[in-house]
């Protein structure tokens, strides 16, 4: 089992950013994959952003251009770039790990991921 920790969330105006970190031990795999989901009250968890073991990278579309997804293997911690944030943006956002490889044509599925932080409140309003 792979602990998870995030962290960095906060209360941002829109347009501001923050940067959320998820301290973890993806590198002990060959393949797998790591991911941010996030979810609002009274709405369906969502993949927001995920990377796989090679590095390529996958983005929700409502995301995408504004959030950046990276990692540090030194460190062994996961980024989530969050910049351009709108009031839809808020949520509590939750760091996720699994030991097998993606690949996301359309949608960031949950499905596999057992590996689950205690989540970070990310609130954007004026």
């Known amino acids: 089992e792979v602990q998870l920790v995030e962290s960095g969330g906060g209360l941002v105006q829109p347009g501001g950013s923050l940067r959320l970190s998820c301290a973890a031990s993806w590198h002990t795999y060959i393949n797998y994959c790591m991911a941010w989901f996030r979810q609002a009250p009274g709405k369906e968890r969502e993949g927001v952003a995920a990377?796989?073991?090679?590095?390529?990278?996958f983005y929700t579309e409502s995301v995408m251009g504004r959030f950046t997804i990276s990692r540090d293997n030194a460190k062994n911690i996961l980024y989530l770039q969050m910049n351009s944030l709108e009031p839809e943006d808020s949520a509590m956002y939750y760091c996720?790990?699994?030991?097998?490889?993606?690949?996301?044509?359309?949608?960031?599925?949950?499905?596999?991921?057992?590996?689950w932080g205690q989540g970070t409140q990310v609130t954007v309003s004026s």
């Open positions: 990377m796989n073991s090679g590095g390529r990278t």
């Open positions: 996720a790990a699994r030991s097998l490889n993606c690949y996301y044509e359309k949608s960031i599925s949950s499905s596999g991921f057992s590996d």
